[in-house]
């Protein structure tokens, strides 16, 4: 495979985690709104929070005090940061740019207004059916994700198209993670990986600016994509690296050097 151009942030006065996998894969452990690209991006894959005062684990999904901590975002807050993932997303992407935007249902209505209103062009809004939901008695049980494609420029944009007869609504399964720590809510590599084979080619930088496990980094890792992903709690550190098989740590150059990152 050619090169591929190394990946590179601007420097910034908080002494920020940097986990640099090599040259062209990078997590920052920050809040995405303070990072500043050196470069724009292909594509922006985010799988935000959904403002539903999700705790990640214990009492929701019954399991037992295991899953690793979990930023959530307070419901009354929802409509400012999903404005800021929005508009931070659409200036760091190229002109050519699509960015992938999961939602839940509940705050869907606010996300699609905003979606608009930064000015981005929905090219699709997908469905992710899972194989089990949350058990409920007197509603039935949410058991989908809606998935929308965002573009920039609906003349200009990537569309590696999957199948000939490539339909909206996708069946796949989670995976179930029998005796091991999680981030709470991970999603499948395959989900992530229809979504980035569609909308990048190999050498794109794909960024993901809220990151969680690493689920987005292991699948351009696979796939030859560059990427950035940026993760508020750092605790989840430990199930990035092993999620990505590794051992690495290394604190931001600019500690040691000033030089590009941190
Ligand atoms: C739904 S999870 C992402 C799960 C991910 N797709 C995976 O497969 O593991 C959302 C993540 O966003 C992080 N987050 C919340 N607010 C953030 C912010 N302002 N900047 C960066 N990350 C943030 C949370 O800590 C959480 O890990």
């Given at each position: 495979m050619k090169m591929m151009r190394k990946i590179t942030v601007r420097n910034s006065k908080n002494t920020r985690r940097v986990?640099?996998?090599?040259?062209?894969?990078?997590?920052?452990?920050?809040?995405?709104?303070?990072?500043?690209?050196?470069?724009?991006?292909?594509?922006?894959?985010?799988?935000?929070?959904?403002?539903?005062?999700?705790?990640?684990?214990l009492q929701t999904y019954h399991r037992k005090p295991d899953a690793l901590s979990y930023v959530e975002v307070p419901k009354e807050e929802y409509p400012d940061f999903i404005r800021s993932l929005l508009e931070w997303s659409y200036n760091i992407l190229k002109d050519s740019g699509s960015m992938w935007l999961l939602s839940g249902w509940n705050n869907l209505r606010v996300v699609l207004d905003t979606v608009e209103d930064v000015g981005f062009i929905q090219l699709n809004h997908c469905i992710w059916k899972y194989q089990f939901g949350v058990f409920t008695r007197r509603r039935f049980t949410t058991s989908h994700y809606h998935l929308l494609l965002l573009v920039k420029d609906e003349d200009n944009y990537t569309f590696n198209k999957p199948e000939h007869y490539a339909e909206d609504v996708w069946y796949i399964k989670r995976p179930y993670h029998h005796g091991e720590k999680t981030a709470g809510n991970e999603l499948p590599d395959e989900l992530?990986?229809?979504?980035?084979?569609?909308?990048?080619?190999?050498?794109?930088?794909?960024?993901?600016?809220?990151?969680?496990?690493?689920?987005?980094?292991?699948?351009?890792?696979?796939?030859?994509?560059?990427?950035i992903g940026i993760e508020i709690n750092p605790e989840l550190e430990k199930r990035i690296k092993q999620k990505l098989g590794l051992d690495l740590f290394r604190k931001p150059k600019n500690q040691s050097s000033g030089d590009s990152h941190g």
């Open positions: 986990l640099e996998i090599d040259d062209t894969h990078m997590v920052i452990f920050d809040d995405f709104r303070n990072v500043k690209l050196n470069e724009k991006a292909d594509l922006v894959f985010a799988d935000p929070p959904f403002g539903i005062n999700f705790k990640g684990n992530v990986e229809k979504c980035i084979r569609t909308s990048s080619n190999k050498g794109d930088l794909v960024v993901d600016p809220v990151l969680g496990s690493g689920t987005t980094m292991r699948v351009c890792l696979k796939l030859d994509r560059r990427c």
